[in-house]
């Protein structure tokens, strides 16, 4: 009797020390692994069937902020069957994720099935492209827009390689885009660069690659982003007002998104995103994403919880686990972050 208590004991023992071995184990990996099935993929199996939705991260940053957070995840969730794909400058190819991190949205966004965050090699990235000279060539340090203009030729190559639609990392999106090659509006007549989406190898991507070294001009904002792709689009067909409300352009073989699909709320009116809309909200029937304008947003606006603002309510219905960990009370406000990918 008493050697099978002590055989219990000692199998009870053991099955605590393996307990406590995995729990140390999850612990030090809370923030900083990825499942096995994740970390094993190559990027070109990831990317290989051009499906992707990519965001970018030119900087070193590694904490997302919370509009990031949202953004990637409300991407997730509206393509759940295809692979979201976070480029970050600050990951390194040897040690995809940080040691020991303690980066809460780090930590979200990769507990997400389809979301991937991997390493940003842009000298990689740039290769068989005409951006690979420009890029071997160019002094960083002396560049007044070095993250955004890095951010605008690696959004280019990206897609180009891959093929998938690339979204700034300050849209929010609350239904699938169902054009296949595009490009989005910002006004009449005129293209943004923060969404967009092509086969890959398609000639534009490539003409604008060549353009934006054969006229690089990195001092005149927007000059390799915006305006690069609205010069193109000219060149690849006649521009033409829209017509009609919510009524799309066709340019070739892409579709000219009409500026109510990702741009409801203009530029000059990006405040209107952190106000209470009274007595209703709009319900952006005719959108596929919104992009909030982070970069016009020097006051360092954010979502709060409770606000009850627009912002507020696009959390909450459109990135809940954002809102749920890093979202905070009216004491402790979250703020946006300027970034590249948040024009």
């Not at 997400?112 to 002094?139: C, G, H, R």
């Not at 892409?254 to 995103?273: A, C, D, N, Q, T």
């Amino acid at each position: 009797m008493l050697r099978e208590l002590q055989l219990s004991l000692l199998v009870m023992l053991m099955l605590s020390c393996g307990f406590l071995f995995q729990l140390t184990l999850k612990s030090s990996c809370l923030f900083s692994c990825l499942p096995p099935d994740k970390s094993q993929q190559g990027l070109e199996a990831l990317l290989g069937k051009g499906r992707s939705i990519v965001f970018l991260e030119t900087s070193e940053r590694m904490e997302p902020s919370p509009l990031v957070s949202c953004a990637v995840e409300s991407a997730a969730r509206v393509y759940p069957e295809q692979p979201v794909v976070f480029f970050m400058k600050g990951l390194s190819s040897s040690t995809p994720l940080p040691p020991n991190s303690t980066y809460p949205a780090f930590s979200l966004l990769s507990a997400i099935d389809n979301v991937f965050l991997v390493p940003l090699d842009m000298k990689s990235l740039f290769e068989d492209t005409p951006l690979s000279s420009w890029y071997t060539q160019v002094n960083a340090s002396a560049e007044s827009h070095w993250l955004h203009v890095s951010s605008d030729a690696a959004r280019l190559a990206v897609i180009w390689k891959f093929g998938g639609v690339y979204l700034d990392t300050d849209v929010i999106s609350i239904r699938p885009v169902p054009a296949g090659n595009f490009l989005a509006a910002q006004a009449s007549r005129y293209s943004s660069n923060g969404a967009f989406g092509f086969g890959a190898r398609h000639a534009f991507l490539w003409r604008c690659m060549e353009n934006f070294v054969e006229h690089y001009d990195s001092g005149v904002w927007g000059r390799q982003g915006p305006d690069l792709m609205t010069r193109m689009l000219r060149v690849w067909c006649r521009l033409e007002d829209f017509r009609r409300e919510l009524g799309d352009l066709r340019c070739v073989d892409v579709s000219f998104l009409h500026p109510r699909r990702f741009y409801p709320i203009p530029f000059p009116e990006w405040r209107r995103y952190y106000e209470v809309w009274a007595p209703e909200e709009p319900s952006f029937n005719g959108s596929y994403a919104l992009h909030l304008w982070n970069y016009m947003n020097r006051e360092g606006k954010g979502v709060v919880r409770g606000s009850n603002t627009l912002a507020e309510r696009l959390y909450r219905q459109h990135c809940p686990r954002t809102y749920r960990h890093l979202v905070r009370g009216p004491e402790r406000g979250v703020t946006g972050e300027l970034g590249p990918g948040n024009k």
